[in-house]
Nanobody, 130 residues
């Protein structure tokens, strides 16, 4: 069992920056170590499907959706069990609920597919408007 809590969502103006955090607790199960897991950030705008934007595997190798490359940076703090997502040059189209997800066995090339993830947080809202 893995519990995830997102934080850091806010209302910001276009061009601003924001850092989201996902605190992770690996409670129990076959994969009981933080280092077993890949993590990803997804977002969902009203009326749209859930979109994978960034992920990071157990070896700290990141993967980004083409639509966010150069503006999003994913990180994992192995000492504090926190996954971060920094978003620079925010745009109105970044407005969405952002979710953190975890899975212990997703191949790297599938890290941005929501169907691959078993554990999800509750989400944090990001609103970009002037």
């Amino acid at each position: 069992q893995v519990d995830l809590w997102e934080s850091g969502g806010a209302s910001v103006q276009p061009g601003g920056s924001l850092t989201l955090s996902c605190a992770v607790s690996v409670v129990s199960g076959r994969f009981s170590q933080w280092s077993d897991y890949s993590f990803a950030w997804f977002r969902q705008a009203p009326g749209k499907g859930r979109e994978g934007v960034a992920a990071i595997d157990p070896d700290d190798v990141p993967l980004y959706a083409d639509s966010v490359k150069g503006r999003f940076t994913v990180s994992r703090d192995n000492a504090r069990n926190i996954v971060g997502l920094r978003i620079d040059n925010l745009k109105p189209e970044d407005t969405a609920t952002y979710y953190c997800a975890a899975d212990p066995s997703t191949p790297w090339w599938k890290l941005l597919l929501p169907s691959q993830y078993k554990y999800w947080g509750q989400g944090t809202q990001v609103t970009v408007s002037s």
